[in-house]
C-alpha cells in the first residue's frame, strides 16, 4: 500500500522513529492506528478525551493519587453497586 502524506506528517513520524520509540515507520503507523481503535470502541470524541484528562488532572492536584490496585478495586466496586442499583 502506498500513502502520500503531507511534509509535516512525514516529518512527525522521522521524529517518532528517531526518537527509538518506534523501529519503523510502519510501526508509527500502527500505534497510530491502535490508539485511533481504542479511542473508537471507547466512543470517545476527542474534546470528551481532553476533558476526561483535565478532570483527572484536577483531582489529582486536588486530591492525590492512589496506587492501581486500589484504583481498580474501588472501579469494580462502584460498577458492581450501580448494577445493583439498576435492577432493583
Not at 517518532?16 to 510501526?27: F, L
Not at 492506528?33 to 478525551?49: H, K, V
Not at 488532572?57 to 484504583?71: F, L, N, V
Amino acid at each position: 500500500m502506498r500513502l502520500n502524506l503531507k511534509p509535516a506528517t512525514e516529518q512527525l513520524i522521522r521524529q517518532k522513529v528517531s526518537s527509538g520509540r518506534y523501529s519503523s515507520p510502519s510501526h508509527v503507523i500502527e500505534a497510530a492506528l491502535a490508539t485511533l481503535e481504542q479511542e473508537e470502541q471507547l466512543q470517545l470524541e476527542p474534546d470528551e478525551i481532553r476533558r476526561l484528562i483535565a478532570e483527572g488532572e484536577a483531582s489529582i492536584k486536588q486530591h492525590g493519587t492512589i496506587d492501581a490496585d486500589t484504583a481498580l478495586r474501588r472501579r469494580r466496586q462502584r460498577r458492581s453497586a450501580a448494577t445493583r442499583s439498576s435492577k432493583k
